[in-house]
């Protein structure tokens, strides 16, 4: 998507916000839904990254069910707080949606290609977790989405540590194939 998707603005919404066998409650398509459409923007408070941590230790710890969407600047909009129903977008890791973020701090969720009426809404989180992938998060972060390409979980994957290179020295040069796969 880019900055050029359409916005449309109807009457009645693109979409309804009902029962998900995902998760909760789901933002489904009203009617088709072309790719490229601005579906809606996701709403919320905005707050620095220490607020975040103080909601969330607040209601008993991160994990798992949070609408705090995360900004280029570093902070996040918290769509538990004055947020609209964007915050109801379920997880998938195969997306038929994509945030967008512009230069004001507007986060619109935008189709990524054609949504078939009554198809629910959805994109991947992504979700930025610093600590050990351990079981019990990968359990708190758990994914339902169901699709072939399901990674079990709502997590980005972690970035490895490159390992250090082998010294060459007294020895013939050559390829080291490594394998950084799942």
Not at 131 to 154: D, I, L, N, Q
Request: charged residues 30%.
């Amino acid at each position: 998507m880019n900055a050029e998707a359409l916005l449309i603005e109807d009457v009645e919404p693109l979409y309804v916000v009902q029962e998900s066998p995902v998760h909760g409650r789901g933002v489904f398509a009203r009617r088709m839904i072309p790719a490229g459409t601005r579906i809606i923007e996701y709403t919320g408070e905005i707050v620095d990254w220490d607020e975040c941590c103080r909601r969330t230790e607040e209601k008993g710890g991160p994990i798992g069910h949070t609408f705090f969407f995360s900004l280029n600047d570093g902070n996040l909009i918290d769509g538990g707080t004055g947020g609209n129903e964007a915050r109801y977008i379920n997880h998938s890791c195969e997306p038929n949606c994509e945030a967008e973020e512009d230069d004001d701090r507007r986060v619109y969720i935008c189709s990524m290609r054609d949504i078939a009426e009554g198809e629910e809404l959805n994109y991947n989180y992504g979700l930025i977790y610093e600590a050990r992938h351990t079981a019990k998060v990968k359990k708190e972060f758990a994914c339902y989405c169901g699709t072939p390409s399901c990674t079990g979980v709502m997590l980005a994957p972690k970035k490895r540590k490159p390992r250090p290179k082998p010294s060459t020295e007294g020895h013939a040069t050559g390829s080291i194939l490594e394998h950084h796969g799942s």
